[in-house]
């Protein structure tokens, strides 16, 4: 089976993306907040086609409670995967991505809404060890761009899910590590 690969986005690459999974504005969008260092759009591919996006929002939350309950935690947000690549392992490298580079600038922790109804992202995020933040649904604005340019604003209905991401690093060797290591098999 093919590896997904996945990068941050370049110029290059929008055009390719925006065919492939639609909403040019939101490509844009997500481009130029990454060119301010305000997220990370990640782009996917598998072999050399466009696969999937999602975006490390690194702003403060839009969304009141999660501000609240979440002060200055970077979200995932908009994992999008071509309807005829799933489960192929593009989402899990998407969001482990997203996460390497939040190691990589000293960040351990990490947050995502998902709709209530949107089962199969659900399970990724629980198999990716996501866990619910205990504070209940919130309400939560999805922005899509209509072909005519319109920009359609749709309140959903989430769970907030979060996760503890731990640096990793080898475990220290202990004596009885060293000893085993030494003896003859």
Known sequence: MTEPHVRPADSADLESFATALGDRA???????RQRKNDGVLFLGWLRSRAAGVVYLWLEEAEEPDIARHLPGVPLITHLQVHPDLRRRGVGTALVRAAERRLLQKGRYRVALAVQTDNHDAARLYKHLGYRDWGHGEVICLARTTSPDGTVLT???VCYVLVRDLVPS????????????ASRPC
């Open 154 to 156: 749709e309140e959903e």
């Open 26 to 32: 939101f490509f844009a969008d997500r481009f130029e």
């Open 169 to 180: 690093t080898p475990a220290p060797r202990t004596e009885a590590d060293s000893i085993a």
